[in-house]
C-alpha cells in the first residue's frame, strides 16, 4: 500500500473527513486504481468496527469515522460507476413505521457503504408496503429493519411476515435497542445484530 493510501486508512481509523477527501483525491489524481482505494476504505471502517465491538471506542467515534469515509466515497463512487466497478450486493434499509429514529440506522448504512454495499435507505416511518415495493423495484439481497421503540416492534412482525409472504429470496436483518436475538427468532427474521459493525458482518453472512 502506497503511503496517499495509508493516509486514507488512517484518516478514516481517526475520523479525519479533511484528510480522508484530501488522500482520496491526490490517490484518484495519480491514477491510483479505484478498487485500491476502496480497499483503504474497508480496511480503515474494519479497523474501527473491530475497535467498537471490543469497547475501546463507542458510537460518536464510530460515526465520526463513518462521515470521514462518506466524504472518500463522494468523491470514489462516480470513478468506481466510470470504472464498471459495483457493488457485488444491495440492502434496503429503513427505520420501521411508527418510529422516527435514525442515528443507528444512518450509521449501518455508512458502514455498509464502506464495505462496498450497495445501500438504498428508505428513512424513517416505513411501511411494510413500502419495503415490498423497494424489493420489487430493487431486487436487493437484504432487508435491514430497525426499531428503536418497544412500541414499534410490532411493525416489524408485520413487515417481516410481509417479506415473507413475497415470492423472494431476500434476507430480513433486524436491530435497534429493544430488539434481540429472541424477537428475531420470534419474528421469522434471518438474522440480529446489536450494532453497526456486526450489522455489516451479518449482511455479509447473509449475502454468502
Known amino acids: 500500500m502506497n503511503e496517499t493510501l495509508e493516509k486514507l486508512v488512517a484518516a478514516i481509523k481517526t475520523g479525519k473527513r479533511k484528510d480522508a477527501k484530501s488522500a482520496t483525491a491526490t490517490a484518484l489524481e495519480n491514477g491510483t486504481e479505484p478498487q485500491l482505494i476502496l480497499d483503504a476504505l474497508t480496511e480503515g471502517m474494519n479497523d474501527v468496527g473491530v475497535r467498537f465491538r471490543a469497547n475501546e471506542i463507542f ?108 415470492d423472494t429470496d431476500v434476507k430480513v436483518m433486524v436491530g435497534g435497542a429493544p430488539v434481540t436475538q429472541e424477537f428475531a427468532d420470534k419474528i421469522g427474521a434471518h438474522g440480529f445484530s446489536t450494532d453497526a459493525a456486526s450489522a455489516v458482518e451479518l449482511a455479509k453472512k447473509l449475502c454468502a
Open 59 to 166: 458510537v460518536p467515534e464510530v460515526l465520526v469515522a463513518a462521515r470521514a469515509m462518506q466524504k472518500s466515497m463522494d468523491l470514489l463512487e462516480p470513478v468506481l460507476v466510470a470504472s464498471g466497478i459495483e457493488p457485488e450486493f444491495s440492502v434496503v434499509i429503513g427505520t420501521v413505521q411508527g418510529d422516527l429514529h435514525d442515528i443507528g440506522k444512518n450509521l449501518v448504512g455508512m458502514m455498509l457503504k464502506g464495505a462496498n454495499f450497495k445501500v438504498i435507505d428508505l428513512g424513517t416511518d416505513v411501511s411494510a408496503d413500502a419495503f415490498s415495493a423497494a424489493i420489487k423495484e430493487h431486487n436487493p439481497n437484504v432487508i435491514a429493519l430497525s426499531a428503536l421503540l418497544t412500541t414499534t416492534m410490532p411493525s416489524m412482525e408485520e413487515i417481516v411476515d410481509c417479506i415473507n409472504a413475497m
